[in-house]
C-alpha cells in the first residue's frame, strides 16, 4: 500500500474512533463478513473497505460518503477525496473486488482481454495483476482536462476508440461503465467479433451506455454469470456479469 493510500485508510480509520455510537447501523466492510483480502496492490479496494457501509439489496455497500459525526471531521475527509464522486474519477466508476478478479481470471481460462474506454486504466492494472493480458485503448487520457478520470493512469493505455476492439477477436471484451447516452459500448460491440463479453455497470440505459447496446446484448448475446463478490456503492444497481456470443 503506497503511502497516500496509507494515509487515506489511516484517516477513515480515525474516523471510525471519533464517531463512536453515532455510526448508528454503518460499519466499515473491513470489519464484516463480507471484507474481502486482497492478494496484490489494489488501492480503491483497500480505501472502499473503510468507507461507512449497510445494506443495500440484499448486500453490504460502501456509502458515497461519511454521513453523521463532527463537521469538521467529515469536511476533512472530503476535501481529502474520500467520497464516491473523487474516488471514481480517482481510481475506477465501479470497483473491482479481490473475488472480482478471482471470477474474471476463472473465466477467462487463459484468454486475453481488450479494454474500451479504459478511463484511468484501473480494471487493466487490477487484471494484468492477477496475471491476465489485456489491450487497453481510450480517447481521452485521464487528467484533470478529464471530467470522468482524473487519476492514473494505471496501465498503458493505446490511444483507440470502439472500434479497436475489431483488432483483437481472439480476446474477451471489457466494458465497464460506459458513459450514458453514450454510443461507445454499442459501437464496441458492434465491431468486437470475439466471443465473451464482461460488462461493470448498471443494467440501464438511463444510466450507462445506450438503448443499442442493451438491444444488441438482448438479441445476440447470452448471460453466463454474475460475479458474485461484486461491491456497489450504496444506491447503484452496478452489476460485474459475463456474456456468450449467442449460437445462431
Not at 142 to 168: F, Q, S
Not at 170 to 185: G, K, T, V
Not at 228 to 246: D, E, N, Q, T, Y
Request: overall charge negative.
Amino acid at each position: 500500500m503506497n503511502e497516500s493510500v496509507a494515509d487515506d485508510v489511516a484517516a477513515l480509520q480515525a474516523a471510525w474512533r471519533c464517531l463512536g455510537s453515532a455510526a448508528g447501523r454503518d460499519r466499515p466492510l473491513a470489519e464484516t463478513e463480507f471484507d474481502q483480502e486482497s492478494d496484490g496492490e489494489n488501492p480503491l479496494w483497500e480505501i472502499v473497505r473503510w468507507m461507512p457501509a449497510d445494506d443495500w439489496l440484499g448486500r453490504w455497500s460502501p456509502k458515497p460518503a461519511f454521513m453523521p459525526g463532527d463537521a469538521e471531521t467529515l469536511m476533512a475527509l472530503v476535501q481529502r477525496g474520500l467520497e464516491m464522486g473523487a474516488l471514481q474519477q480517482r481510481f475506477a466508476w465501479a470497483i473491482p473486488s479481490p473475488s472480482d478478479l478471482t471470477w474474471m481470471v476463472d473465466l477467462l481460462a487463459g484468454r486475453d482481454v481488450v479494454e474500451i474506454g479504459a478511463g484511468t486504466g484501473y480494471w487493466t492494472w487490477m487484471l494484468e495483476q492477477a496475471g491476465a493480458n489485456v489491450a487497453a485503448y481510450d480517447i481521452h487520457p485521464p487528467g484533470e482536462g478529464n471530467g470522468y478520470c482524473t487519476g492514473g493512469p494505471y496501465a498503458d493505455i493505446a490511444d483507440g476508440g470502439p472500434e479497436a476492439a475489431r483488432e483483437h477477436p481472439d480476446r474477451a471484451l471489457l466494458l465497464s461503465w460506459p458513459p450514458r447516452e453514450s454510443d461507445m459500448a454499442s459501437r464496441a460491440l458492434d465491431a468486437f467479433e470475439g466471443e465473451l463479453l464482461f460488462f461493470a455497470g448498471e443494467l440501464n440505459p438511463l444510466v450507462v451506455a445506450d438503448e443499442a447496446f442493451f438491444k444488441r446484448l438482448a438479441t445476440d448475446w447470452t448471460p453466463v454469470s454474475a460475479a458474485p463478490g461484486h461491491v456497489a456503492w450504496w444506491g447503484m444497481k452496478c452489476v460485474l456479469a459475463a456474456w456468450k456470443r449467442s449460437v445462431d
